[in-house]
């Protein structure tokens, strides 16, 4: 399957699932959730695109492409389907023709349910927060939901290392002090230091 990004960058994608996002408003402030769609009878609004060979595709670490990844986001329902009609019957979508609002920080973007401008949000971030069917986490990458049973999943033991993923992922979710794109930016050692400062908390 082909796709004709945002930008115009021809990718090839192995897998495309339809989302479904929901945002209220809670003690002041606005909570989202995101999570592929149990079947086609949701209010789907946007898709999950997980990429062939991420690293020559977008030139990014596992982390910042987490396996190659990205969500178009307040999509109408008819968008979300044309572009998955079009996939399966010619092998091809266009994502080119939309104007995208201009940020991908996921505080500022605006959800609608498709009245609006879509978004997109790439790499590690379309995936944060993702929900997914049978209870798995929501901090798995998008390709996590065909692990056969008994074949390995990645995790690492206390004789392997942690790889900078596994340590970005890990501070995200045990602390709020730094941002998608503040964790992108360091390297082993910082989130190392970082990492073992928060467990020392505990």
Do not use: H, W
Not at 114 to 119: I, L, M, R, T
């Amino acid at each position: 399957m082909l796709i004709k990004s945002v930008n115009g960058t021809i990718l090839k994608v192995e897998k495309v699932e339809p989302v479904v996002e929901k945002r209220d408003i809670f003690n002041g402030t606005v909570n989202r959730r995101v999570a592929v769609a149990k079947d086609m009878t949701q209010d789907i609004s946007g898709l999950l695109f997980s990429f062939a060979s991420s690293a020559s595709q977008f030139g990014l670490d596992a982390f910042q492409a987490n396996e190659g990844t990205m969500l178009i986001g307040n999509l109408p329902r008819r968008g979300v389907e044309e572009c998955l009609e079009s996939i399966l019957k010619n092998g091809y979508a266009d994502l080119s023709g939309y104007s995208y609002q201009p940020s991908e920080d996921i505080t500022k973007l605006k959800f609608d349910n498709g009245k609006s401008a879509p978004y997109f949000i790439r790499g590690f971030a379309a995936t944060m927060g993702l929900e997914r069917p049978m209870g798995l986490s929501p901090f798995a990458p998008a390709q996590m939901g065909n692990i056969p049973v008994g074949e390995d999943d990645g995790d690492y033991t206390e004789d392997e290392p942690m790889t900078a993923e596994d340590m970005r992922r890990d501070i995200y979710a045990m602390s709020d002090k730094y941002t998608i794109s503040q964790l992108a930016n360091m390297n082993e050692d910082e989130l190392s230091d970082i990492l073992k400062g928060i467990e020392s908390q505990f």
